[in-house]
Nanobody
Framework: QVQPVESGGGFVQSGGSLRLSCAAS????????MGWFRQAPGKEREFVAA????????NYADSVKGRFSISRDDDKNTLYLQMNNLKLEDTAVYYC???????????????????WGQGTQVTVSS
């Protein structure tokens, strides 16, 4: 397995919470920055959050700051996205991605990432 695999998506009411997980191989996780992106119907894929290879630094899109939290468990080669106070506009397919290179800076564009999961659907209803 080279590509990451996301899980944890589903249906949730506005104001609710979900926790996404992304299981990766050591090859595509260890010492790499990891990111979450999302794509809503009819829209381009957009950056959501990222964490650097050591877990010491994070970056968030303005639209999710204060509501979402990214973390990583290097022992399990797993990335997480805790999503709280979900809004209708958070509805999208969420993708996990691994940086092209090891020990790199945090990237916020799709071009910074080389290994992508298949995505998991998050649907927020009113």
């Amino acid at each position: 397995q080279v590509q990451p695999v996301e899980s944890g998506g589903g249906f949730v009411q506005s104001g609710g919470s979900l926790r996404l997980s992304c299981a990766a191989s050591v090859r595509t996780f260890a010492n790499r920055a990891m990111g979450w992106f999302r794509q809503a119907p009819g829209k381009e894929r957009e950056f959501v959050a990222a964490i650097n290879w050591s877990g010491e630094s994070t970056n968030y899109a303005d639209s999710v700051k204060g509501r979402f939290s990214i973390s990583r468990d290097d022992d399990k080669n797993t990335l997480y996205l805790q999503m709280n106070n979900l809004k209708l506009e958070d509805t999208a397919v969420y993708y996990c991605a691994a940086d092209r290179s090891m020990w790199g800076r945090i990237g916020t564009t799709s071009a910074d990432y080389a290994y992508w999961g298949q995505g998991t659907q998050v649907t927020v209803s009113s």
